[in-house]
């Protein structure tokens, strides 16, 4: 039935996968909203054992490729921008970004634990180096959450590093700074992560530019083609093949995927899917500051922990497509299925104070005396 519907087994595979991720999130949700804070101190309690595993796996991965012994559970990154050849840490998770976002959640509660109850940072302890081995910018995301969410300095202090940081970790996404005596020979000019056009030429220094700019700016190319719904979620790396005749696209170039959240479901499903992912991450942010809002003991740690876990994902999907992948999807159940103490919804929560209380019932009375809101509801 499916591939009559699809047509190929690529559609196929990408129908489970969504049909997938469907499933996780409405489990997870449904879980977290039936069973309380009990379900969510499990789920944290697991993440943080596999994190642990995922964690260790990357470590002896790394000691076996310096040794020679085998390179399967390393990124081996050749003419690495800056460094050159590089082994990058990841372990099993499948990348080094998917390794780090992984990590954030109990990343961030254990940060928590430590700042506001003095409990040891032993996980803290144990992940910094494995962070620093992937070698990936996406680590920037890490103290930029920290800035936004923390207190440690003035507001106006923290809020100006976090953008600087936000503008480094965009800025190191997006362009290579080389020596202008190195041009005639870069490798860049014919590089998998450079389509070789120099975005500035300076007397000391000139900017290539990476293939994250290629990729977004031929996505608005084929979303501006296809305005409404998009070319198909599936159909962007075979779009690309066609597009390097018409030099939209660099013939050296590998086909990848757009490498961004927003660019992705911008070119796959249009406008329209841009406007239904933007209202997810309205919805979720809005529950999530009623879960901070009305927060208890028993879950403030894993509040404060999805709250900069969700900051670090939004930074991270500008040049990273998180929708393909558990981790975002696992995240948002978890945040939108959340109770409290009392069994209520956090969003529900907020019914209990009497202004709010007040000020919906005045909406409600002015919403009722409307005549086109009684055709809505029917």
Request: overall charge positive.
């Amino acid at each position: 039935m499916f591939y009559g519907c699809s047509g190929n087994q690529q559609r196929v595979l990408e129908l489970i996968g969504r049909y997938y991720l469907l499933a996780l999130f409405l489990t997870f949700c449904w879980g977290v909203s039936n069973l309380g804070p009990a379900s969510l101190e499990s789920v944290f309690r697991w993440w943080t054992y596999g994190v642990i595993f995922l964690v260790a796996t990357a470590y002896l991965g790394y000691m076996l490729a310096w040794t020679g012994t085998t390179e399967a559970l390393v990124w081996v990154y050749e003419d690495y921008p800056y460094f050159g050849t590089v082994y990058r840490a990841m372990g099993l998770a499948g990348g080094c970004t998917p390794l780090i976002l992984l990590l954030l959640p109990p990343l961030f509660k254990q940060w928590w634990n430590w700042r506001e109850e003095g409990t040891f940072p032993w996980f803290l302890l144990y992940v910094t180096p494995v962070l620093l081995l992937t070698s990936s910018k996406e680590v920037l995301v890490i103290p930029i959450a920290l800035l936004l969410m923390g207190k440690c300095f003035l507001r106006p202090i923290r809020y100006g590093l976090a953008g600087v940081l936000l503008i480094a970790y965009n800025f190191s996404s997006h362009y290579i700074v080389q020596p202008s005596q190195r041009i005639r020979g870069s490798v860049y000019k014919r590089a998998e992560y450079s389509p070789g056009v120099v975005a500035y030429r300076g007397e000391s220094f000139q900017l290539f530019e990476t293939t994250y700019i290629a990729l977004k700016r031929t996505a608005v190319y084929l979303a501006n083609q296809h305005p409404l719904v998009g070319i198909g979620a599936d159909q962007f790396q075979q779009t690309l093949k066609d597009a390097r005749p018409m030099h939209l696209y660099p013939t050296h170039l590998p086909t990848y995927n757009p490498h961004s959240t927003w660019f992705g479901v911008l070119v796959g499903a249009g406008y329209l899917g841009l406007i239904a992912l933007t209202g997810l991450v309205v919805i979720t942010g809005r529950q999530l500051r009623a879960n901070l809002r009305w927060r208890t003991a028993r879950t403030r740690s894993y509040d404060w922990s999805m709250m900069a876990s969700s900051l670090s994902i939004l930074v991270v999907s500008v040049n990273y497509d998180m929708l393909h992948f558990n981790f975002p999807w696992t995240l948002f159940a978890l945040i939108l299925g959340q109770k409290g103490e009392n069994g209520s919804v956090s969003a529900a929560q907020s019914l209990s104070d009497s202004r709010l209380r007040r000020r919906y019932a005045l909406c409600a009375r002015t919403v009722a005396a409307r005549p086109c809101s009684r055709r809505r509801s029917s």
